[in-house]
Nanobody
Framework: QVQLAESGGGLVQPGGSLRLSCAAS????????MGWYRQAPGKQRELVAA???????NYADSVKGRFTISRDKEKNTVYLQMNSLNPEDTAVYYC????????WGHGTQVTVSS
């Protein structure tokens, strides 16, 4: 079994920055990709950013140029640096990992408000 532990969420003013971290532990092998999804109230969960085992990245159009995903392979940890945050980024952010199946974190709240 795989566990995902997220950290780094919180309240930030518009224009501010946050860095999310997600550490994977447990029986980990053959990670295909890791990433972040988010879900705002009343909306569907959406992909924010993902990084594949080979290092290629994918971003939602709404965050391109503002968010950066990175990883530490040795620590099985993925990071999401979020800059120039705006109120539309307010959501619960979920860490995601895929091996032969999907694994999800419990989510961390990000609130962008003045």
């Amino acid at each position: 079994q795989v566990q995902l532990a997220e950290s780094g969420g919180g309240l930030v003013q518009p224009g501010g920055s946050l860095r999310l971290s997600c550490a994977a532990s447990g029986r980990i092998s053959g990670i295909s990709a890791m990433g972040w999804y988010r879900q705002a109230p009343g909306k569907q969960r959406e992909l924010v950013a993902a990084i594949a085992a080979g290092g290629s990245t994918n971003y939602a159009d709404s965050v391109k140029g503002r968010f950066t995903i990175s990883r530490d392979k040795e620590k099985n940890t993925v990071y999401l640096q979020m800059n120039s945050l705006n109120p539309e980024d307010t959501a619960v952010y979920y860490c995601w990992l895929i091996t032969y199946k999907d694994y999800w974190g419990h989510g961390t709240q990000v609130t962008v408000s003045s």
